[in-house]
């Protein structure tokens, strides 16, 4: 790989207007934050990164404010004048500082980014390069559509023809208590054949097990994070009480978490979102994680823009993610 000189890095704090609100059992936003990284190196070239944060500690702690503060008082300081050879560089210059991942992220995605374009190299083929052989970019990847949590089972089924049509392979309805066996229910009898999953949102407790068990009825794909977003221990506890595949999504931060998580039979599945585990660098360890493993993987999303949708549909189009992505078409 040709190296870059990192000359300069500038930030672009956005909120846009949402072509749809998502509701989840953390609630709904009023728009989508981010902010986009611009980093120029010596020669010219420009890679574009996103921090994909709210204005509210809710998904994670991370938050734009706290973003701005730590890209332009440590992280951005660090890396100024920077000769990189390759992208897994970015997080032994930052080790020095603790968590943020989103913001690490948004730096490391940048580089990805110039890096790919100074040598030439489809951003697929650049994650390539740090895998095994055999893990040739596929050229596509599957993806599917999250669903927030409507006002009526009646405007839920709606939207789900009206994915259905556009394409989307899987469907995930966000769910919580009193909005899941009932909705689950009423969507299998209208479509008994698409693959559905829902989505928690760490919404329940170990206690709800019984409850949680209604769902093995429906054939879901998979349920994604029912337990305390920190968790792996119950939801270890919880798995062995379900047919349905459990989904670790906020539990899963480094490669160690998903070792843990398969070792301890938390899970089936794990839902990789490479801004929640700080860098692709950390997303291509927990790629080779699950598949050595045989783990089924997907690409899970943060109401990307089309910056962070970009990388992400690249990462998604490599063989070991083997279920359908949240990478939704641009006009969303």
């Not at 989508?32 to 190196?41: F, G």
């Not at 004048?81 to 080790?95: A, N, S």
């Not at 299998?188 to 709800?208: C, F, G, K, T």
């Not at 860098?279 to 598949?291: P, W």
């Amino acid at each position: 790989m040709q190296p870059i000189t990192i000359e300069a890095i500038h930030l672009h704090p956005i909120g846009l207007e949402l072509a749809e609100k998502l509701r989840t059992s953390y609630g709904a936003e009023p728009f989508k934050s981010a902010v986009i990284v611009e980093l120029i190196t010596s020669h010219g070239v420009i890679g574009w990164g996103e921090c994909p944060t709210k204005m509210k500690p809710s998904y994670t702690y991370e938050t734009m404010g706290t973003a701005l503060h730590v890209l332009n008082e440590f992280f951005i300081p660090k890396l100024i004048g920077k000769t990189i050879t390759t992208p897994t560089e970015i997080p032994v210059l930052l080790k020095a500082y603790r968590g943020h991942p989103m913001a690490k992220y948004a730096v490391e995605a940048a580089v990805w980014d110039a890096l790919a374009k100074a040598n030439d190299l489809p951003l697929a083929e650049a994650f390539a390069l740090h895998l095994p052989e055999g893990n040739t970019p596929k050229g596509s990847a599957l993806v599917g559509v999250s669903i927030g949590m409507q006002d009526t089972i009646e405007a839920t089924l709606e939207i789900i023809t009206k994915r259905l049509e556009q394409g989307y392979g899987r469907i995930k309805l966000k769910i919580e208590p009193g909005w899941d066996v009932e909705l689950a229910r009423r969507v299998r009898a209208v479509y008994p054949e698409i693959q559905l999953m829902l989505d928690a949102n760490s919404a329940y407790r170990l206690h709800d097990s019984d409850h949680l068990r209604q769902l093995d009825q429906f054939n879901l794909l998979m349920l994604e994070q029912p337990l305390g977003a920190d968790d792996i221990y119950e939801h270890s506890k919880l798995q062995p009480q379900l047919t349905t595949a459990i989904c670790l999504d906020e539990s899963i931060h480094t490669a160690n978490d998903t070792r843990m998580a398969i070792e301890l039979g938390a899970c089936r599945i794990i839902n990789l979102k490479p801004a929640r585990v700080g860098g692709y660098t950390e997303s291509l360890k927990i790629y080779q994680v699950c598949v050595q493993h045989q783990v089924p993987l997907w690409i899970g999303g943060l109401l990307e823009t089309g910056i962070g949708r970009a990388a992400n549909l690249a990462f998604a189009s490599l063989p070991g993610v083997t279920l359908p992505c949240d990478i939704s078409a641009t006009d969303r």
